[in-house]
C-alpha cells in the first residue's frame, strides 16, 4: 500500500492515514491464520478438479494417466446417459425440495408466530428434525417408517387393506424429495419464524383496522416481510443440497437403475466407484460452475445487507 | 366474540401440536424401537415389553465405543481448531478494521459457496497422499475448514458489539493485548462464542459428506456408522435404533439451546 509511497507525499497528507504504525503491520499477521488455510482449501482443490479434468487419470485402466485429453471427459459425460438423467434428476430434486421447504416453512411460520398454549415445547418438536444427522434420517425413513414389510407406513397401509408400498424402490426420487425435505422444513421455518417475529404488531393492527382481512395482510404485508428471509433460505438451501449424498448413499445407491442419481451422487460413483477421476472431476466442475451462479446473488445481497449496517 | 376466538385458539393449539407430533413422529419412533426387542422391533404395535437389550448389543456387538470417541475428536477438535484459527483475524477486522476488511469478510463466506462435490476428488487424494485418510486428524481439518467462515463472522459480529471505549480504558491503565483479550474481551463475548461453539459442535457431529468419504475404518465416526448399517428384512432394527437414539439425543438437545446462534451463523447475520 502506502509503504513505498515518498515521505514528501506523506507531510503533504495531514493525518495519520497514510503512515502504518509498527503495531499494524502485526496486526496484519493476525489475518494469516484464516486466510492462508482458507486460500489453500479454495485455491488447491479446486485447481486440481480443474486440472484432473482435463487430463487422463483412471485408476482402472492407468495407461496413459495424467495425458491432456481436452474437453474428452467432458464430451464423455455429456454422451453417458447417466449424466442427462442425473442433471434432471438434480434439477428436480433442487426445485422439488425448495418449494416444499419454502412454502411449508411459511405456512409454518405463520401458524406459530401465533399464541396457543405449548407453543414453544411444540416449535421445539417441529426443529428436531435440523439435528438429526443425515445418515440417521435417512435410516429411519428407510428401515423403520418406508419399508413394505417392517416400516411403519407399510403395517398402517396393510391395517386399513390397502396394498403397502416399497416406496424408495417404486418412487425413489420423490421418497429421497420428502426425506431431504423433513430436514429442511426445520431450518427454513426456524429463519422465517424469526424474520416474521421482527414484523412490526402495529403495522398489522394498523391493517386490521383498515379492514384488512388475514389474506390481504399476509399477501401485502407478511409475504413481502419476509421476502430477503426467503431469499437467504433459498440461497443457502441450494449450496447444501448441491452436494446432498449421505441420504441417497444410506438409502437407494442412486438406484433402481440411476432413477435417483443427482449430479453429487454421479461424481462419486465415477470417481471413488469406478475409479475414473477425470471423468468426475468434471462432473465436478458442473456442480462448482451451478453454485457459482447461486452464490454470485448470495454475496452480493449479503453485500449489501452489511452496507446497510456499517 | 368470546366463545367464537375460544374456539379459534383451540382450533390453532391442536393444528399446532398435530404438525408437531407429524415431524417429531420419526425421532419418536427411533425412541421407541431403541427399547423393544429385536422380535417386537419388526412390528409397528406400542404394546410391547421395554427391554434395554438392543442398547447392550450396540455396546458388546460392535466398534460402537470407536465410533463415538471418534466423533467426539473432529467434533470436539475441529471446533477448537476452528476457533484458534478465527479468533485472531475477528479480532484484528474488529477492532482495526481497514477498508479491505468488508471485502475480505465476504471472501470468507464465499469459500462456504463451495459445494463439496466439486473438490471431493482432489480432496480425496490430497488426504491419502498426506496420510490423513480415515484419520481423525484429517476430519478434524476438513470441519475446521468448513466451519471456519462461520467462525470468524460469529467472532466478528460479537466482537464489533464490544462498546470500544472499554478496550481504550483498559489500555489507558496499561493493559497488554493478551490482558486486553483476556480480562475484558473473553468474559464479554464468552455467551456469544460459546453457543457459536455449540453450533460448531453440531455442524461437525452432524456432517456426513466428508466423513463418509474419507473415512474407512479406523476413524469412521457415528454418521459412517449408522450408514454402514443394513438392517435389512427387519433385522436388528431395535439394535440400529438404539445406536442413532445415543447419536442424536444429546446434540438435539444442544441444538434446542442454540436456536438463535443458530440462524444467526447459518444466514451470515442477514436474519437476526
Known amino acids: 500500500m502506502s509503504v513505498q509511497s515518498p515521505p514528501a507525499a506523506l507531510t503533504e497528507v495531514p493525518g495519520p492515514i497514510k503512515k502504518i504504525e509498527p503495531a499494524e503491520k502485526w496486526r496484519r499477521l493476525l489475518m494469516a491464520p484464516t486466510v492462508v488455510p482458507l486460500l489453500l482449501w479454495m485455491i488447491v482443490p479446486l485447481a486440481l478438479t480443474i486440472y484432473f479434468s482435463f487430463i487422463h487419470y483412471s485408476l482402472e485402466s492407468p495407461a496413459g494417466n495424467f495425458g491432456f485429453v481436452g474437453i474428452q471427459n467432458y464430451q464423455f459425460l455429456w454422451s453417458d446417459s447417466r449424466f442427462g438423467t442425473a442433471i434432471l434428476n438434480t434439477v428436480i430434486f433442487l426445485v422439488s425440495v425448495l418449494v416444499i421447504t419454502v412454502v411449508v416453512g411459511i405456512l409454518l411460520a405463520v401458524l406459530y408466530d401465533q399464541d396457543f398454549p405449548g407453543k414453544n415445547v411444540a416449535m421445539l418438536l417441529v426443529i428436531a428434525p435440523f439435528f438429526v444427522m443425515p445418515t440417521v434420517s435417512a435410516q429411519i425413513w428407510h428401515l423403520l417408517l418406508m419399508d413394505p414389510i417392517y416400516g411403519v407406513i407399510g403395517q398402517f397401509l396393510q391395517a386399513i387393506g390397502l396394498q403397502p408400498v416399497d416406496w424408495l424402490q417404486t418412487y425413489p426420487l420423490p421418497s429421497i424429495i420428502l426425506i431431504v425435505s423433513w430436514e429442511w422444513i426445520p431450518f427454513s421455518f426456524l429463519i422465517l419464524v424469526t424474520a416474521i417475529k421482527s414484523l412490526d404488531a402495529e403495522q398489522k393492527e394498523a391493517a386490521a383496522i383498515d379492514g384488512a382481512g388475514p389474506f390481504t395482510q399476509f399477501r401485502y404485508i407478511v409475504l413481502p416481510h419476509l421476502e430477503k428471509a426467503i431469499g437467504v433460505v433459498v440461497m443457502i438451501e441450494m449450496i447444501f443440497l448441491l452436494s446432498i449424498f449421505a441420504e441417497i448413499f444410506t438409502t437407494t445407491k442412486g438406484g433402481p437403475g440411476d432413477a435417483s442419481t443427482t449430479l453429487a451422487y454421479l461424481v462419486y460413483s465415477l470417481g471413488i466407484n469406478q475409479f475414473d477421476a477425470g471423468i468426475a472431476s468434471a462432473g465436478g466442475i458442473l456442480a462448482v460452475v451451478l453454485a457459482n451462479i447461486v452464490s454470485f446473488f448470495l454475496v452480493r445481497m449479503l453485500a449489501k445487507n452489511l452496507q446497510q449496517n456499517a | ?272
Not at chain 2, 398435530?18 to 412390528?43: C, H, M
Not at chain 2, 491419502?128 to 462461520?150: E, K, S
Not at chain 2, 476413524?219 to 449408522?226: H, Q
Open chain 2, 1 to 272: 366474540m368470546n366463545k367464537s376466538s375460544a374456539w379459534a385458539k383451540l382450533g390453532l393449539a391442536v393444528l399446532g401440536w398435530f404438525i408437531a407430533a407429524l415431524f417429531f413422529f420419526p425421532i419418536f419412533w427411533i425412541a421407541v424401537t431403541a427399547f423393544k426387542s429385536e422380535g417386537d422391533a419388526s412390528t409397528a404395535s406400542l404394546i410391547f415389553q421395554p427391554t434395554l437389550d438392543a442398547f447392550a448389543q450396540v455396546f458388546t456387538g460392535t466398534d460402537y465405543f470407536l465410533n463415538v470417541r471418534n466423533s467426539i475428536f473432529v467434533a470436539f477438535g475441529s471446533t477448537i481448531l476452528c476457533f484458534i484459527l478465527a479468533i485472531p483475524s475477528a479480532y484484528r477486522m474488529a477492532f482495526y478494521p481497514t477498508q479491505k476488511t468488508q471485502s475480505l469478510l465476504l471472501w470468507m463466506l464465499s469459500t462456504k459457496m463451495m459445494p463439496a462435490v466439486g473438490v471431493l476428488i482432489p480432496i480425496y487424494f490430497i488426504w491419502q497422499w498426506l496420510h490423513l485418510f480415515d484419520t481423525v486428524i484429517g476430519l478434524v481439518i476438513v470441519n475446521a475448514l468448513m466451519n471456519l467462515p462461520i467462525a470468524v463472522w460469529m467472532a466478528y459480529t460479537y466482537f464489533s458489539e464490544v462498546p470500544k471505549g472499554i478496550l481504550e480504558a483498559g489500555r489507558i491503565d496499561g493493559a497488554t493485548a493478551g490482558q486486553e483479550l483476556w480480562h475484558l474481551l473473553r468474559p464479554m463475548t464468552m455467551p456469544g462464542l460459546s453457543s457459536t461453539a455449540l453450533l460448531l459442535i453440531i455442524l461437525a457431529w452432524n456432517e456426513a459428506f466428508w466423513s463418509l468419504n474419507l473415512t474407512a475404518h479406523d476413524a469412521a465416526p457415528l454418521t459412517a456408522f449408522i450408514a454402514s448399517q443394513t438392517g435389512s428384512q427387519g433385522q436388528f432394527l431395535a439394535q440400529l435404533s438404539a445406536a442413532s437414539l445415543l447419536a442424536v439425543g444429546p446434540i438435539m438437545v444442544m441444538g434446542w439451546f442454540t436456536q438463535k446462534q443458530l440462524v444467526r451463523g447459518l444466514t451470515f447475520g442477514a436474519v437476526k
